[in-house]
């Protein structure tokens, strides 16, 4: 090889991360070789055709980890940070084929009766406890004290874990994201999944994971295990990049000034989608045979292959702005691409559109604390992230009333007061902050 491999991982949070990958580009092509872990290597496709045609070649192409010949031949170390993310799983993320359909069927069909209704009060509910925490004080983190702790809060509800699970279960993911003790994160999680499957068993519930455990398809409890895992996993990190990106699209435009419509917010999170996509370099897709590329070079069989897609959504959009520009354009990979598109796309953007307009008509004056050029992002082999996401406010405190039932009530919730005599389902509580949200928002804030 004529250059050295590119390194994904950095030490220090880095104020640009596209500017990253452009001089990527420049020195090797759009498609790179890179270094994912010292002596771990692959290749990373950012070019936005390229990446469609791959990922549409089942015959070239799969999913499939166990195709990972490094890891395959004992090369990748038993304590890698990248095995959580990229070992072989037995769910819908990592197999192929008939394999593949099955899992994805189980899990589409599982989120299926999750309607709009649900999930907005849901979403709502935990979004006005979370913003209870922080609005008496004029002052928050939007992305560690609202948008990563949101999209687990719901997952928690839609899933059936009780208090104590989901606190066990968020602390695990958060080791995991941050590379912390990860065997041990690993193993807490699907320690806490189990028990919550050994729960569902003896008492089947209205949940996610009743539905996966009596899927047609007979799943297995470790196969059930395995669809929980990826769709909390890889849904939380890129639902709360989703907010915060939404969040900071917000806080630019001027024209912005109190709740943003609903039209509005679509608009917004389209545009976020195009520009800023939530999926960084994940997943991973692996060449049967060797791939020879355009200039010279060889992908090896076997060799991991990450999907850029944010790189490959910045860079067609730069590329093609004229014929882009504020068009209702949907053409973005921000979601996948192929068989393996997210099966939950919709349940995401309606969580990340509820989160932010709950946010704004509870926080109406909210501005930035930090400009652009100031903020600072986390880059890791697999995903990137702002550091944090400081906001101000008027303080206000927390209203004193019900959450209002979300019947007939489209997603993003209404500006109708929420204020209801609607019973509210068992174990919902109040208004008022329940102790999970108590303990992401002291977990969020490091204490």
């Known amino acids: ?215 047609r398809s007979a799943l297995s409890d470790e196969e059930v295990i395995m669809q929980l895992l990826l769709a909390v996993g890889t849904a939380n990190e890129p639902v709360a990049h989703l907010i915060g990106t939404g969040v900071r699209a917000l806080l630019e435009d001027p024209s912005v000034n109190g709740v943003p419509t609903r039209a509005y917010l679509s608009e917004v999170i389209d545009q976020v989608l195009w520009r800023d996509p939530p999926i960084t370099n994940y997943p991973v897709i692996y060449p049967r045979v060797d791939v020879s590329l355009e200039g010279g070079g060889v992908i090896e069989a076997g060799s991991p292959v990450l999907l850029a897609f944010a790189a490959a959504n910045r860079f067609y959009l730069e590329e093609n702005a004229e014929q882009l520009l504020d068009t209702a354009n949907r053409a973005h990979v921000a979601w ?40 600072r992002w986390r880059l890791t082999t697999l995903f990137w992230v702002p550091v944090d996401l400081p906001v101000y406010f008027t303080p206000t405190p927390p209203p004193n009333r019900p959450l209002a039932a979300a019947e007939g009530t489209p997603c993003p919730p209404s500006d109708s007061s929420r204020e209801t005599s609607t019973p509210k389902r068992p174990g919902s509580g109040n208004r008022g902050r329940s102790s999970l949200s108590s303990f992401l928002a002291r977990w969020t804030r490091g204490s």
């Open 1 to 215: 090889m004529g250059c050295p491999r590119a390194r994904l991982h950095h030490d220090e949070p880095h104020p640009d991360p596209y500017a990253v990958y452009a001089r990527m580009r420049a020195d090797h092509g759009p498609v790179i070789p890179v270094e994912l872990e010292p002596g771990v290597h692959g290749w990373m496709v950012t070019d936005y055709t390229t990446l469609i045609t791959w990922c549409r070649d089942t015959i070239a192409f799969g999913h499939d980890a166990r195709l990972w010949k490094d890891f395959r031949e004992g090369r990748v170390p038993p304590d890698s940070a990248l095995l959580p993310m990229m070992a072989p799983r037995t769910n819908a993320l990592f197999t192929d084929g008939a394999e593949h359909t099955r899992y994805r069927k189980a899990i589409t069909d599982a989120f299926h009766p999750v309607g709009v209704e649900q999930l907005t009060r849901i979403t709502e509910q935990h979004a006005n406890g979370l913003i209870d925490t922080f609005c008496e004080k004029g002052a928050a983190d939007a992305l560690n004290e609202y948008a990563r702790a949101l999209p687990l809060l719901v997952m928690n509800d839609l899933f059936g874990f009780d208090e104590e699970q989901g606190n066990r279960f968020v602390s695990a993911m958060r080791d995991l994201w941050s590379g912390v003790d990860v065997e041990k994160a690993d193993a807490e999680s699907e320690r806490v999944l189990s028990e919550v499957l050994s729960a569902k068993h003896r008492q089947p519930a209205d949940d996610v994971t009743t539905r996966l455990i009596q899927h």
């Open 336 to 375: 996948g691409v192929g068989d393996h598109r997210c099966p939950v796309r919709d349940e995401a953007t309606t969580i990340a559109a509820i989160a932010l307009r709950t946010l704004f008509s509870r926080l109406p004056d909210l501005r930035g604390a930090v400009p652009n050029d100031r903020m």
